[in-house]
């Protein structure tokens, strides 16, 4: 049998659910919302669907982390899957679509919906509902944390903050950028979680959380669901939307730990990043970087090569280049200390929708052509490169 | 002392064949890190095979006891109500134990006193039964 070239993978409808802090609308149904909004942005019917991929999967002993499994969606929407996955054990959130990328060039599957959904504050809001299950003892990797009271992954990165205070510099004034930017962004997002603007002067007075990161620099717990349907480029006779390629991915896990790694993960997949492709950082018109603290976002940067290591401080300085009208265009949607915590697929989400021009008030000038999403970056780490070719 | 909780809010550690030596050896003022009989090399998280050469020959050694602050932050976020904040949570580089960090407290002093690089020393605090390594400044 002659070799057959695999076929390409692209995004091609993206759906989000209406963002909140203690919905009420089951968030099986918020996955359906946004099933159905991808759907009917791709022109695709759930027949033509035959791959489900989510991260994390159920997540039994928390409710809202995870609340709705990929067989649970395969089952209840009736799909007829060839190929499904759902797990924690890959690199990040986006890992979900680097997944389904492989069913796809694999032909394994034509059209994957991917999708994360999060009901974290709906379900700490209706513990009865949603129980999250208590242990006495502690095992596994959290051992080497929570007897020390490291019970946040906010208590984790802050000491790789730290390392950049202490070692390049890093000030209050030069982080601060990244939440600035995201709730100047989320302004212009009708579907943003937090749409108030943020003054340097509420940011430099707001409480620590876990120094150098204060109560700003952190996310919180939102309700939402946000779903990307991945298609083969032989497929795409069959959608009516522009479709994105998935150009290059990379990932990493920097021994899933968050103290026995000299490096958050987000440096090895920045570089191999730009292994896979001919482009290059500067060929990069919006870059939709992890969030969930500020931190993650200045570390991706500099992952990424748009700055030297340690010089991410003085790249966002000020805000200018990483605004909507900068040279680099950040978290347009208002990254997830504005527009929610989505969990890494608003980040893909965001960069479809720029890189298709319809960002509406948020839509950045000219015709961007490549865009960067990212998810994670502490132990996990994935990178995606989005073209409109 | 501000900053360090002692309170027995902190969650314990459930004792099991690989992280028993760890956990216990404290109660004869030992730190423990697992270690490999064939390469030499250190292993932690402990686990019964070496990450360096795959061999099996592991077994916990005594370790120094002193290091140096790799990194740290300050606390300062109840994470529940009995919690004394600001505490310090640091990362520690063990002297002899090239490519091991501990995730720990440093104790001992005012939050503000601590900086990457301090030489820090293990001082155990026993919780049921398992002895914590906490850290405090030379």
Same mark, same amino acid.
């Given at each position: 049998?002659?070799?057959?070239?695999?076929?390409?993978?692209?995004?091609?409808?993206?759906?989000?659910?209406?963002?909140?802090?203690?919905?009420?609308?089951?968030?099986?149904?918020?996955?359906?919302?946004?099933?159905?909004?991808?759907?009917?942005?791709?022109?695709?019917?759930?027949?033509?669907?035959?791959?489900?991929?989510?991260?994390?999967?159920?997540?039994?002993?928390?409710?809202?982390?995870?609340?709705?499994?990929?067989?649970?969606?395969?089952?209840?929407?009736?799909?007829?899957?060839?190929?499904?996955?759902?797990?924690?054990?890959?690199?990040?959130?986006?890992?979900?679509?680097?997944?389904?990328?492989?069913?796809?060039?694999?032909?394994?599957?034509?059209?994957?919906?991917?999708?994360?959904?999060?009901?974290?504050?709906?379900?700490?809001?209706?513990?009865?509902?949603?129980?999250?299950?208590?242990?006495?003892?502690?095992?596994?990797?959290?051992?080497?944390?929570?007897?020390?009271?490291?019970?946040?992954?906010?208590?984790?990165?802050?000491?790789?903050?730290?390392?950049?205070?202490?070692?390049?510099?890093?000030?209050?004034?030069?982080?601060?950028?990244?939440?600035?930017?995201?709730?100047?962004?989320?302004?212009?997002?009708?579907?943003?979680?937090?749409?108030?603007?943020?003054?340097?002067?509420?940011?430099?007075?707001?409480?620590?959380?876990?120094?150098?990161?204060?109560?700003?620099?952190?996310?919180?717990?939102?309700?939402?669901?946000?779903?990307?349907?991945?298609?083969?480029?032989?497929?795409?006779?069959?959608?009516?939307?522009?479709?994105?390629?998935?150009?290059?991915?990379?990932?990493?896990?920097?021994?899933?730990?968050?103290?026995?790694?000299?490096?958050?993960?987000?440096?090895?997949?920045?570089?191999?990043?730009?292994?896979?492709?001919?482009?290059?950082?500067?060929?990069?018109?919006?870059?939709?970087?992890?969030?969930?603290?500020?931190?993650?976002?200045?570390?991706?940067?500099?992952?990424?090569?748009?700055?030297?290591?340690?010089?991410?401080?003085?790249?966002?300085?000020?805000?200018?280049?990483?605004?909507?009208?900068?040279?680099?265009?950040?978290?347009?949607?208002?990254?997830?200390?504005?527009?929610?915590?989505?969990?890494?697929?608003?980040?893909?989400?965001?960069?479809?929708?720029?890189?298709?021009?319809?960002?509406?008030?948020?839509?950045?000038?000219?015709?961007?052509?490549?865009?960067?999403?990212?998810?994670?970056?502490?132990?996990?780490?994935?990178?995606?490169?989005?073209?409109?070719? | 002392?501000?900053?360090?909780?002692?309170?027995?809010?902190?969650?314990?550690?459930?004792?099991?064949?690989?992280?028993?030596?760890?956990?216990?050896?404290?109660?004869?003022?030992?730190?423990?890190?697992?270690?490999?009989?064939?390469?030499?090399?250190?292993?932690?998280?402990?686990?019964?095979?070496?990450?360096?050469?795959?061999?099996?020959?592991?077994?916990?050694? %005594?370790?120094? $006891?002193?290091? /140096?602050?790799?990194? #740290?932050?300050?606390?300062?976020?109840? !994470?529940? +109500?009995?919690?004394?904040?600001?505490?310090?949570?640091?990362?520690?580089?063990?002297?002899?134990?090239?490519?091991?960090?501990?995730?720990?407290?440093?104790?001992?002093?005012?939050?503000?006193? %601590?900086?990457? $690089?301090?030489? /820090?020393?293990?001082? #155990?605090?026993?919780?049921?039964?398992? !002895?914590? +390594?906490?850290?405090?400044?030379?």
């Amino acid at each position: 049998m002659a070799a057959t070239l695999a076929p390409q993978a692209y995004i091609t409808g993206v759906g989000q659910s209406e963002v909140g802090i203690k919905l009420t609308r089951h968030p099986l149904l918020l996955t359906v919302d946004a099933v159905r909004e991808a759907l009917g942005e791709a022109g695709l019917t759930i027949g033509q669907i035959d791959g489900v991929s989510t991260y994390p999967g159920r997540v039994a002993a928390m409710p809202g982390f995870s609340p709705v499994g990929a067989d649970e969606l395969v089952d209840a929407l009736g799909i007829r899957a060839t190929w499904y996955a759902g797990g924690g054990e890959i690199t990040s959130q986006l890992g979900a679509v680097v997944a389904a990328v492989g069913a796809i060039r694999s032909g394994q599957a034509r059209h994957v919906i991917c999708f994360r959904t999060v009901y974290e504050a709906a379900a700490i809001a209706r513990p009865d509902e949603y129980p999250v299950q208590r242990r006495d003892k502690t095992e596994g990797n959290s051992q080497w944390f929570s007897p020390f009271n490291a019970l946040s992954a906010v208590t984790w990165t802050a000491q790789y903050a730290m390392r950049h205070v202490k070692k390049y510099g890093l000030t209050r004034e030069q982080l601060a950028q990244i939440a600035l930017t995201d709730r100047a962004h989320a302004l212009l997002n009708p579907r943003a979680l937090v749409r108030e603007p943020l003054t340097i002067d509420q940011y430099l007075s707001a409480r620590m959380i876990s120094s150098p990161l204060c109560l700003y620099d952190c996310d919180r717990f939102t309700d939402a669901s946000t779903v990307l349907i991945v298609s083969a480029g032989d497929a795409l006779d069959e959608v009516s939307c522009t479709p994105i390629r998935i150009a290059a991915m990379a990932g990493t896990v920097e021994r899933l730990s968050w103290d026995q790694a000299e490096w958050m993960a987000c440096y090895a997949t920045g570089k191999d990043l730009w292994k896979r492709t001919d482009y290059k950082p500067s060929d990069v018109d919006t870059a939709q970087l992890y969030d969930g603290f500020s931190f993650q976002a200045l570390a991706w940067i500099e992952s990424l090569g748009f700055c030297g290591v340690g010089e991410g401080g003085k790249f966002i300085e000020g805000g200018r280049r990483i605004a909507l009208d900068g040279e680099l265009p950040l978290n347009t949607f208002g990254g997830q200390l504005g527009a929610g915590r989505l969990h890494g697929f608003g980040f893909a989400h965001e960069a479809v929708t720029q890189l298709r021009g319809n960002g509406g008030a948020r839509q950045i000038k000219g015709e961007p052509r490549v865009a960067v999403a990212a998810s994670g970056g502490g132990p996990l780490a994935t990178a995606l490169l989005l073209t409109r070719d | 002392m501000a900053g360090y909780n002692s309170s027995s809010a902190r969650p314990s550690p459930r004792l099991d064949a690989d992280n028993r030596a760890f956990w216990t050896g404290g109660e004869v003022g030992e730190l423990r890190i697992h270690r490999c009989q064939d390469c030499q090399g250190y292993i932690h998280p402990p686990r019964p095979v070496c990450r360096h050469c795959l061999s099996d020959r592991v077994a916990p050694t %005594v370790v120094a $006891g002193t290091g /140096v602050i790799d990194t #740290f932050t300050v606390n300062y976020q109840k !994470w529940f +109500p009995a919690m004394d904040v600001p505490f310090v949570i640091a990362r520690v580089a063990l002297d002899g134990v090239p490519g091991v960090y501990l995730t720990t407290n440093i104790i001992g002093c005012e939050v503000d006193a %601590v900086d990457i $690089g301090d030489r /820090v020393r293990v001082k #155990f605090e026993q919780h049921g039964d398992v !002895w914590l +390594p906490l850290f405090e400044k030379i």
